[in-house]
């Protein structure tokens, strides 16, 4: 059987994606796909390779998406301007793609060589906008992991409801990432 006219991977991911936005990573199935692309769930065959597939392919695209997101904001920035814009674009992403943000998470292999290449190029982004600080490179790594758990902890309790105070949740972020970079600041001295 020959693939749907006009459905291709890139419809068929972009539709993924969508759903997992709207309904939830977990409401992801070939079925709900196949539902949304009016098409029987044998045809996405063609085009993945089974729901393993489909999560690889999700996860993939959401780091690269991710990371692009990250680097336009960190250009032509630098130190605390350039952290603040990473944070602020993360949490972006995340509100904007909760779904497909989450499918980065659920990668049946992390270790296939696209997924981490795209993965190494995220770090780097992250590590050269860590550079003024007095870091070393051991430190910079960890740092690195402070800042995406500082995201993505803000971004999970933001997206359960969980700053349900009359407090502008922008403002919440600025401040906490601000206090972060104050401790990089000083982390050597005594």
Known sequence: M?????????TLLSAAAQLADSDGFQALTLAALAQRLDVRSPSLY????GLP????????????QLSQ????AAAER???EAIQAIAAAYIGFVRQH????????????IHEPELAAASAATLDILLHALQPYPLTEAEALHAVRGLRSLCHGFASIE????????FDS???????????????QHLHQD
């Open 159 to 166: 997206a359960q409801g969980g700053f349900n105070m009359d």
């Open 2 to 10: 020959s693939p749907r006219q006009g459905l291709d991977r890139g």
């Open 53 to 64: 597939g489909l999560r690889q392919e999700l996860a993939l695209m959401s780091v690269l």
């Open 170 to 184: 922008n403002e919440s972020l600025h401040l906490t990432v601000q206090a972060f970079l104050n401790g990089l």
């Open 78 to 80: 630098t130190g605390d």
């Open 98 to 109: 909760p779904g497909l943000y989450e499918a980065s998470f659920h990668a049946p292999d």
């Open 46 to 49: 063609n085009h993945i390779s």
């Open 69 to 72: 997101a990250l680097a336009t």
